[in-house]
T-cell receptor, first 111, second 113 residues
Framework: SQQGEEDPQALSIQEGENATMNCSYKTSINNLQWYRQNSGRGLVHLILIRSNEREKHSGRLRVTLDTSKKSSSLLITASRAADTASYFC???????????FGTGTRLKVLA | SAVISQKPSRDICQRGTSLTIQCQVDSQVTMMFWYRQQPGQSLTLIATANQGSEATYESGFVIDKFPISRPNLTFSTLTVSNMSPEDSSIYLCSAPGGPDTQYFGPGTRLTVL
């Protein structure tokens, strides 16, 4: 299977704490993206990091990418109850536009 | 940005029947994609649908089970044929908005009894 792996599979934290989730992938990539999915609904794009970037920030989100280890991490700072969702990484190689999704992390933020 | 809609949003079907899911994009796109998300799982790509050619299926998915139409640059359908309870999933379509962007529809939640 080409699917990436994410860990942890599930994460439960208190509101205000930081949440870190990791993604590993198997092939060379053009970019890596993180998505959020609330309760089995549609996907919301969070952030993209290109293969030549190492770190990127967007609001309370911080993404890192280590292409030598084929891994990425997503950090959500000062978490809120509204951040409760499943988070998926997705990779694409150049030219195909096909996305391979990771296994996902289910985040629960307790108020 | 592209807006993608899907119909139906959800359905409950009997085993052995078929369901056709529609996906509409508000702009012309060359490629559209269909994904399946089984309960509690991640998304798995079913096929790539290009206008004017047959869909390209990923390993484990076949045209007889998941026939796809792509009649124009803004529309595609996915049919789930001869359904069984194992087909209960969320089915999502997507389209690229550029080299680094992919837009997803809201999904169709299918339950097969």
């Amino acid at each position: 299977s080409q699917q990436g792996e994410e860990d942890p599979q599930a994460l439960s934290i208190q509101e205000g704490e930081n949440a870190t989730m990791n993604c590993s992938y198997k092939t060379s990539i053009n970019n890596l993206q993180w998505y959020r999915q609330n309760s089995g609904r549609g996907l919301v794009h969070l952030i993209l990091i290109r293969s030549n970037e190492r770190e990127k920030h967007s609001g309370r989100l911080r993404v890192t990418l280590d292409t030598s280890k084929k891994s990425s991490s997503l950090l959500i700072t000062a978490s809120r109850a509204a951040d409760t969702a499943s988070y998926f990484c997705a990779t694409s190689d150049s030219g195909t536009y096909k996305y391979i999704f990771g296994t996902g992390t289910r985040l629960k933020v307790l108020a | 940005s592209a807006v993608i809609s899907q119909k139906p949003s959800r359905d409950i079907c009997q085993r052995g029947t078929s369901l056709t899911i529609q996906c509409q994009v508000d702009s012309q796109v060359t490629m559209m994609f269909w994904y399946r998300q089984q309960p509690g799982q991640s998304l798995t790509l079913i096929a790539t649908a290009n206008q004017g050619s047959e869909a390209t299926y990923e390993s484990g998915f076949v045209i007889d089970k998941f026939p796809i139409s792509r009649p124009n640059l803004t529309f595609s359908t996915l049919t789930v044929s001869n359904m069984s309870p194992e087909d209960s999933s969320i089915y999502l379509c997507s389209a690229p908005g550029g080299p680094d962007t992919q837009y997803f529809g809201p999904g169709t939640r299918l339950t097969v009894l």
